[in-house]
C-alpha cells in the first residue's frame, strides 16, 4: 500500500495517486475505518500509547469486544506509540474462528518487577485457547526483561497456549526474561519473518519454545538470544523449521527431554537450511539421564556453520545444574537421526559429539559433513554407544561405519548435491 503512494511518471498515475490521497485522507476517521474493516483499535479503547501510561485495561477491553464479533475482527495496535502493558490474558474461543491482530506500534512490558505481580501464567502476554489467530505486524514487543536476568526465576514474554492454526509474522521480539516466544498445545502454527533478539550473555532467553504442539512450521527469521535459537520440547510432532538465522545462541534444539524422570517423545523434525553463527551449539539433541519415551525421524540438512562450537551434537548426559543425574539407568532413546550437508566452521575443537546412553543411539546418518576448525585446523569427532551409517563425513566418526557412496543410494534424496568435496569416498 505505502509503495502505491509514490507515483511514477505519468498523468494516470498521478490521477490514481490523488485518487489514493483522497480515500486514505477520508478514512483518517476512525469510526469509518471501525465500521469497513472490523477494526478495534486500543486508542478508541481508552489505551494512550506514551510509554508510561498503563495501557493494559485498554488492552483487555478491546479484546473483549472483539472476541464477541463474528466475522473477522481486527486488534489494531497502531504505530508510533509505545503500549506499556502489565500481563495481559488474551482468553479465547471468540465468537469469530478469523481473529487477526496486527501490531504496528510497540508493546512494553513493565520496567520493574513489581509489575509483573499478576502474571498467574509465568508470561506477560498470553494467547489462550484462540483458532485461526494471526498476529501480524512490524511491531515491536519489548520484554525488557534485563532486570529479571540474574534472578533465578524468571518469566515468558509471549506465550501461545492450545491456540490451533495460528499464524504469527513480522514481528520483532526484544529482550524476553525468558522464553520469548512459547507454543504450548498448539496444533498447527507458522511463524515467519521474525526478529528475535536478545543480548548473547542473556541466560534462558529462548527464541522460540515449542512443547505438545504438533504440525508447526517456522521459518524464515533472525533469532540471536543467547539461548536455545528454537527448542522443540517434550511430546511434539511434524516440526519443520527453515530459513532461520541463528546465533548467537545456543543453536536449535530438541530438547530437552526426560528432565526428571519423565516420558516424553518427539518425532518427524526437518531442520533445513539453517545457519548457526557464532553459537554455543548448533543441531542439538539433549536429553537427561532417568527419562524415557524417544526422539526419532530427525533431519538437520543444508546447513550453513560459522564459527559454531559443537555444531552436531547429541548428549544423553544433559544436566543444567539438575540433581541426581547420575547412576540412571533409562534414558530418552534418540534413533533416525540424519544429518546431511552441513558445512562449514566450529568454533571449537569438537565437530561431532555423540554422547549417548548404554541403550545406544541407533541409525544415526551423516552424509556430505565437512567441519574445519575456525582457526583451520582439524576438528575431532568424539562418540560413545553409536550405531549408524556415515559417508564423505569430516571429521570421521569412529562409531559410524563408513559406507562411502553407498549412502547415496539410501538417503536418496542427495542427487542435488555436488559430490564429495574431499578425497573420503
Ligand atoms: C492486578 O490485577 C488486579 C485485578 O485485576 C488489579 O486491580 C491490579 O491493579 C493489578 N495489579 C497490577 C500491578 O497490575
Ligand atoms: C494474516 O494477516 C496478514 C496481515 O493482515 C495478512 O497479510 C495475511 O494474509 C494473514 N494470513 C492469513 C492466513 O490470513
Ligand atoms: C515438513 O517437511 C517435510 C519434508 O520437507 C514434509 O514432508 C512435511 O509435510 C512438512 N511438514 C509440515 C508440518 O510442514
Ligand atoms: C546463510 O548464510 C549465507 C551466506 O552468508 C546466506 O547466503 C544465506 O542467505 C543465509 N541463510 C539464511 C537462512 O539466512
Ligand atoms: C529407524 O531406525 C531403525 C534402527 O534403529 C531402522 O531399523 C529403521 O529402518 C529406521 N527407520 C527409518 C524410516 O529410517
Ligand atoms: C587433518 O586431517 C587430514 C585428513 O584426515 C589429515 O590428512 C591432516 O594431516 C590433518 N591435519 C592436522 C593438522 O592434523
Known amino acids: 500500500m505505502e509503495k502505491m503512494l509514490f507515483p511514477k511518471e505519468g498523468g494516470g498515475e498521478l490521477l490514481t495517486f490523488a485518487l489514493i490521497l483522497s480515500i486514505s485522507s477520508t478514512c483518517l476517521c476512525r469510526g469509518l475505518v471501525e465500521d ?3 477494526g478495534f483499535n486500543v486508542l478508541d ?3 494512550v500509547g506514551d510509554g508510561q501510561t498503563d495501557d493494559s485495561q485498554a488492552f483487555s477491553k478491546a479484546w473483549t469486544a472483539l472476541c464477541q464479533t463474528k466475522g473477522t475482527p481486527q486488534l489494531i495496535v497502531p504505530s508510533g506509540k509505545k503500549f506499556l502493558l502489565m500481563p495481559v490474558m488474551f482468553q479465547g474461543p471468540c465468537q469469530s474462528n478469523s481473529v487477526q491482530v496486527q501490531i504496528l506500534g510497540t508493546m512494553l512490558a513493565p520496567n520493574s518487577m513489581d509489575g509483573w505481580r499478576n502474571c498467574s ?8 485457547g484462540v483458532s485461526n489467530l494471526n498476529v501480524s505486524g512490524s511491531g515491536t514487543i519489548d520484554g525488557r526483561g534485563s532486570t529479571w536476568w540474574n534472578q533465578v526465576y524468571n518469566d515468558q514474554a509471549l506465550q501461545f497456549n492450545h491456540c490451533n492454526n495460528l499464524q504469527l509474522s513480522g514481528l520483532t521480539h526484544l529482550n524476553s526474561p525468558k522464553n520469548h516466544i512459547s507454543l504450548t498445545a498448539c496444533n498447527g502454527a507458522s511463524l515467519s519473518y521474525l526478529h528475535i533478539s536478545a543480548p548473547a550473555s542473556s541466560p534462558n532467553t529462548d527464541g522460540i519454545d515449542i512443547s505438545s504442539s504438533t504440525n508447526i512450521n517456522i521459518h524464515d527469521s533472525d533469532i540471536a538470544t543467547g539461548d536455545d535459537c528454537i527448542a522443540i520440547n517434550g511430546n511434539s510432532a511434524h516440526i519443520n ?5 541463528c ?3 545456543h543453536g536449535i534444539s530438541v530438547g530437552s527431554l526426560g528432565r526428571n524422570g519423565a516420558h516424553e517423545t518427539v518425532e518427524y523434525v526437518y531442520v533445513q ?3 548457526f553463527t557464532q553459537t554455543q551449539n548448533g543441531a542439538r539433541i539433549k536429553t537427561w539421564p532417568g527419562g524415557s519415551g524417544y526422539a526419532r525421524y530427525i533431519y538437520f540438512q543444508h546447513i550453513q556453520l ?3 562450537s559443537n555444531p552436531i551434537i547429541i548428549d544423553q548426559f544433559y544436566c543444567d545444574g539438575g540433581q541426581g543425574c547420575t547412576g540412571k539407568s533409562s534414558a530418552v532413546k534418540v534413533s533416525n537421526v540424519t544429518y546431511m550437508d552441513i558445512k562449514g566452521t566450529s568454533g571449537n575443537q569438537q565437530g561431532i559429539i555423540f554422547n549417548c546412553d548404554q541403550e545406544v543411539c541407533t541409525n544415526i546418518i551423516m552424509d556430505h559433513i565437512n567441519i574445519r576448525s575456525s582457526n583451520g585446523g582439524n576438528v575431532s569427532a568424539t562418540c560413545k554407544n553409536v550405531k549408524g551409517q556415515s559417508s564423505c563425513t569430516t571429521p570421521e566418526v569412529p562409531c559410524l561405519s563408513n559406507l562411502g557412496a553407498l549412502i547415496l543410494v539410501i538417503a536418496n534424496k542427495i542427487s542435488s548435491l555436488n559430490p564429495c568435496p574431499y578425497p573420503i569416498c
Open 306 to 308: 560459522q564459527q559454531a
Open 273 to 275: 537450511h539453517c545457519n
Open 36 to 38: 469497513t474493516s472490523g
Open 45 to 47: 479503547y481508552g489505551a
Open 121 to 128: 501464567t509465568n508470561c506477560w502476554l498470553r494467547f489462550s
Open 241 to 245: 523449521i527453515t530459513g532461520i538465522n
Open 247 to 249: 546465533g548467537p545462541g
